[in-house]
């Protein structure tokens, strides 16, 4: 299913607000200043975005802390991701659905949160193309043509590895088997809990 349709060339505000937040937090309020600036986001300063954001923005943020904070961008991006999984989890994510999933067996909750991921799939994929199938305990998600790849994809990998841990069962990992940002022309992902 391609992203394209839904939101062309944007993401959610939380591919920026958590990275930037995560930085104020683990690094300081001059380091985020810092990197908003160097990103080309310096109206960020004053508030956060409040809409889809242009999934430039979000890659440049992205690429920025990176080059910055080269020892820890791989935890700092992966925190990240687990904040932007606790923002859905609390705000969008309706209670009751999550009473539920956490109630089933694992590849029925696993379906049914794959679905409500591919139904909102141009929030975190912008325009790449997302795409996605059920396997035996496991569940492989690629996105084509990744706006926002980074080496390892750590904040894609901390949103799944939140939303699956807290909604289809504790155990699960998350395997990042090919990436855009090394050439391939997917970043898959392998969300498996057996």
Request: contains cysteine; proline residues 5%; charged residues 25%.
């Amino acid at each position: 299913m391609s992203a394209a349709g839904l939101g062309a060339g944007t993401v959610g505000p939380n591919a920026i607000i958590q990275l930037a937040d995560v930085l104020a937090d683990r690094v300081g309020l001059e380091e985020r200043a810092a990197a908003l600036r160097a990103a080309g986001l310096a109206r960020y300063l004053a508030a956060d975005p409040e809409r889809m954001t242009d999934e430039r923005e979000a890659a440049a943020l992205h690429r920025v802390v990176q080059a910055r904070q080269p020892r820890d961008w791989d935890e700092l991006s992966w925190e990240a991701g687990e904040r932007t999984a606790e923002y859905l989890l609390a705000n969008r994510i309706p209670k009751g659905a999550q009473w539920l999933l956490r109630r089933m067996p694992a590849a029925w909750s696993a379906r049914m949160l794959l679905r409500a991921i591919r139904d909102h799939a141009w929030t975190f994929a912008g325009s790449g193309d997302f795409s996605a199938r059920m396997e035996r305990g496991a569940v492989v998600i690629a996105i084509a043509a990744n706006p926002i790849a980074m080496p390892g994809c750590p904040w894609h990998r901390g949103v799944f590895t939140r939303l699956f841990r807290e909604l289809v069962s504790p155990r699960v990992l998350v395997r990042h088997e090919a990436c855009c940002a090394h050439g391939a022309r997917d970043c898959t992902f392998v969300i498996g809990w057996t």
